[in-house]
């Protein structure tokens, strides 16, 4: 879980900061945005410095981080997607995370919640603010690439974590 806060964490600051920084979006989406960040990190600090604790409920308390970042990057992507278009990146943290303890049954069910919660995001946007015409083509073509994305690259994130597992497994 630490590898988690240590790599994809900052990279989702990051991604959000450069989108607030390079595309200026309304005043009211970036205080929402900050508060949404702010409020997960609380969240995740508190769920990650006490899983120790509840060591009986750990699982649970990991499910629900998963879950918990799931939620949060869908909120940050639905309020930052219309300006900054990389904000799609923030839905392979959720399962990634997955990847590191659950079986690869979960990560699948995990990577592909996460896809279609995308898919499903940018087509209410597109409904929102496209004056109800949808996707285009090209787009629908985009999102669903992006989608097969995060499904493989969870995926192999999960079958890296094994490897490693079984080769520190096979040393002792």
Do not use: C
């Amino acid at each position: 879980m630490h590898i988690l806060n240590y790599y994809f964490t900052p990279f989702a600051v990051i991604l959000i900061l450069f989108a607030i920084f390079f595309s200026q979006p309304d005043p009211q989406v970036t205080r929402i945005s900050f508060a949404v960040l702010a409020a997960a990190f609380a969240a995740n600090w508190w769920l990650g410095r006490n899983t120790y604790r509840f060591l009986r409920w750990s699982r649970h308390i990991r499910a629900l981080t998963v879950w918990l970042n799931l939620a949060v990057s869908a909120a940050l992507f639905y309020l930052l997607s219309a300006y900054w278009a990389p904000m799609w990146l923030l839905f392979l943290t959720a399962p990634a995370a997955s990847a590191m303890y659950m079986r690869k049954w979960q990560v699948f069910l995990v990577s592909l919640a996460s896809a279609v919660l995308m898919l499903g995001l940018y087509y209410a946007r597109s409904l929102a603010f496209g004056e109800g015409v949808g996707l285009g083509a090209q787009l629908w073509a985009m999102a669903a690439v992006q989608a097969v994305f995060i499904i493989f690259f969870s995926m192999f994130t999960a079958a890296m974590a094994e490897m490693v597992v079984k080769v520190r497994d096979s040393m002792r």
